[in-house]
């Protein structure tokens, strides 16, 4: 497809309609809320395209004349109708003899304006003699050229029509005629702006069948609103739709494609956070005011209002036992509901208490069970702060007491801000962690960090997918298809996907798709792990089945080491990653020489090379590859490597791939000098407060080290002589560490 024009209107109004004059196809009509534009091409097969805009004033014909929503060219006449959002149309025709001083006599002016409706046309179209107009009343209506009306269908009660589209029966143009005080059309169908879709029997205008007397045919129902958040129910192919700018909450039948139940919230009543209980008993709704709504499961009446934070609800989760509420609000700070005893007669829900967690944004806020069986709630902040609260204490409130207690605080390592965090799912049985409580903490690295809170330390660290941007939603679910346990997850912008269980870092282990084309905002799984929503802009929820199949069965690790098979497949996967023949064989060299180093120096006997090096030699590796770790990033290494090692059933480590590509990045130097320096400064920074900074910040050298690492850059025995005075990004990568410019 190729643009033979593109023509740029003048008044910057954008146009929401365009259509075609089926007798002359050089000529289009487009309109916007307030003009009309009608455009011909100049020459055939010439790119030139010529426009005009009639001038439409409220004084031409003593009214008002709403916004423009549709427009058509009325077929074997001259005349082009532009339908208003007040149920009026405006007749354009050719001027004639009465065209003014710099128009021609076919351009075309408003002659009148008539109203057709009582509300908003939506839909303008012409089949054989008549126009059809579907208007925001509910009403279908055929007009003769002349206006007026030859047939009505008036008893679809299905809400506003927004379009009306006929069956051709491979006919270009279908034709509909009045024979007899009888209308003789195609059938059509009607969408309506409340979801509906029906199929209507043109015959029914002639004869009215009592048990039908509309003629129409309700083939789909969709939602009407749209949608701020979705969740599923965790027993039944049912979905808990929240529309938070109307106010309405909607239960879903995934299969029927029908609403069950339907709610409309006050007025005062902004819900924008959506959880259900485990056993689909109960409904809690966060909202903007800072109030929790507590519903029934099935009828969706409410049950209680809690309200005791000003701030918006960003976050709610329910307790596996239906016991506990947690929310987060826009400030950081965690809230406890529980199900009480009260004054020893009956049980209510009651704040257990409230905790001024996070400082930043909370992204995670779940209770899970260890699996030992014990009930647990964790809080992730963007401020990397993970936070434990204690459940037991909770549980003393039955005594009187009220308060949230904490029982943990720590900071998950690694560079990366967390953006969404999970339960792990259960770890294989003859794994060393498959009793550890693992939490899955994806960060704006692309990494995925398995966190262990008891040891306090991320036990591993694995790549991501890197299809979209970061993780933003991570779910837990177990296949029908294979029975093992996946994870689903959603980015920000446009991808969604899976990813196979236990983590391995693999992409081919991954897959994301597309599923929407700006923000997704909802993610959810139906409860037997079959279909997967998504939840884009503007209310668009698509549903999607999931085949785990297509990614093949999960990782078996116990057939992974030592074979043949896999080895090849590895060395594949170097030469793909690596790219570059004669870097890869400069890489095994230094996995050659790294045997040799682990090996005793001062013998005369023939070295044994195994394939296999020290785990100690890995970060020697990694710098010798071009990659230079921190301490921190050495620290996580090790702790991965070690993780490894205890899923092995024989004790043995292995690595089966890494992410790992050698080159130098000293566009990193530079961003980090920018904001060092401050824009002020140009990005420059004087050597003296240089190696301040690098004696000071991250991981601080000492003054001997410092000196040490100069003199080996430079060569010199007093290093601070010959730095410049003054040092930016550039001069430091090429002169002081050695980086090619």
Request: hydrophobic letters at 40%; one cysteine or more; aromatic letters at 8%.
């Amino acid at each position: 497809m190729a643009t033979l024009s593109a023509v740029d209107s003048s008044s910057g109004v954008q146009e929401s309609r365009i259509c075609y004059n089926p007798d002359d196809p050089s000529e289009l009509l487009t309109n916007g809320k307030r003009r009309a534009y009608f455009w011909r091409s100049q020459l055939p097969g010439s790119s030139l395209i010529s426009y005009y805009s009639p001038p439409l004033r409220a004084g031409d014909f003593h009214q008002d004349v709403g916004d423009f929503v549709a427009s058509v060219f009325v077929p074997g006449t001259t005349q082009a109708l532009t339908s208003t959002a007040d149920g009026d149309v405006v007749v354009w025709d050719e001027q004639g003899m009465s065209a003014q001083t710099g128009t021609r006599a076919t351009d075309r002016r408003a002659i009148k304006v008539m109203r057709l409706h009582g509300a908003a046309i939506h839909h303008l179209s012409c089949i054989g003699g008549f126009v059809v107009t579907g208007a925001a009343d509910g009403l279908v209506r055929f007009f003769d050229s002349m206006l007026r009306m030859c047939a009505w269908f008036e008893e679809l009660d299905a809400g506003p029509v927004g379009c009306v589209s006929f069956a051709t029966k491979g006919q270009q143009r279908p034709q509909a005629v009045m024979q007899m005080h009888r209308l003789a059309a195609p059938d059509f169908m009607v969408s309506t702006l409340t979801g509906k879709l029906l199929s209507v029997s043109s015959e029914s205008f002639n004869s009215t069948d009592p048990d039908n007397p509309s003629g129409a045919e309700l083939l789909l129902e969709a939602p009407a609103c749209s949608i701020t958040d979705i969740a599923a129910h965790p027993l039944r192919p049912e979905l808990l739709l929240l529309d938070a700018d109307s106010g309405q909450l909607l239960r879903w039948d995934l299969a029927s494609r029908q609403c069950l139940a339907q709610r409309q919230l006050g007025q005062d009543v902004k819900a924008a956070r959506l959880a259900l209980a485990r056993d689909g008993g109960f409904v809690v709704l966060g909202c903007a005011g800072g109030q929790l709504l507590v519903l029934k499961g099935d009828t969706l009446e409410e049950v209680v209002v809690l309200k005791n934070t000003r701030q918006p609800i960003t976050r709610v989760s329910v307790s596996s036992s239906g016991r506990y509420i947690a929310a987060a609000d826009g400030s950081g700070q965690v809230l406890l509901y529980g199900f009480l005893p009260y004054k020893g007669t009956f049980l209510k829900w009651d704040l257990v208490g409230k905790f001024r967690a996070h400082h930043k944004e909370v992204v995670g806020l779940h209770f899970g069970e260890a699996p030992s069986g014990q009930r647990r709630l964790f809080s992730l902040g963007a401020d990397r702060r993970l936070l434990e609260y204690n459940l037991a204490a909770a549980d003393a409130a039955n005594a009187g007491l009220r308060a949230l207690a904490v029982l943990d605080v720590v900071a998950p390592g690694g560079a990366g801000t967390p953006c969404s965090m999970c339960f792990a799912p259960p770890m294989p049985y003859y794994s060393h962690a498959s009793m550890d409580t693992l939490l899955l903490v994806a960060d704006d690295a692309f990494k995925i960090k398995a966190y262990n809170p008891d040891a306090k330390a991320a036990s591993a660290t694995y790549l991501g997918p890197t299809f979209g941007g970061p993780i933003t939603k991570l779910l837990p679910f177990r296949s029908v298809t294979d029975g093992g346990a996946w994870l689903a997850y959603s980015t920000a912008e446009q991808v969604v996907g899976l990813i196979v269980w236990p983590l391995d870092g693999d992409p081919q282990h991954s897959m994301g798709v597309i599923a929407h084309p700006g923000e997704v905002k909802g993610l959810a799984l139906s409860f037997d792990g079959r279909k997967l929503v998504t939840l884009g802009e503007h209310g668009i929820l698509n549903v999607w089945d999931v085949n785990t199949a297509a990614l093949g069965p999960p990782p078996s690790r116990q057939a992974s080491f030592g074979s043949s098979s896999t080895a090849a497949a590895a060395a594949s996967k170097w030469a793909h990653l690596v790219g570059e023949p004669a870097l890869l064989e400069e890489l095994r060299d230094y996995f050659c020489y790294a045997q040799l180093l682990a090996q005793p120096q001062d013998t005369a006997g023939a070295y044994d090379i195994t394939g296999r090096v020290p785990v100690s030699l890995l970060p020697d590796l990694m710098r010798a590859a071009g990659h230079y770790p921190s301490n921190a990033d050495i620290d996580s290494l090790m702790a991965h490597v070690a993780f490894l090692a205890a899923m092995v059933p024989d004790d043995e480590a292995a690595i089966s791939s890494s992410g790992v590509k050698p080159e130098a990045q000293p566009g990193s130097v530079a961003a980090a000098a920018g904001s060092q320096a401050g824009s002020q400064t140009g990005r420059v920074l004087s050597s003296h407060r240089l190696l301040e900074l690098l004696q000071q910040g991250g991981e601080a050298m000492s003054q001997e080290e410092l000196l040490q690492a100069l003199q080996i850059l430079t060569g010199a025995e007093q290093p601070e002589d010959t730095l410049p005075e003054y040092v930016d990004a550039r001069t430091f990568t090429t002169e002081v560490l050695g980086f090619a410019g």
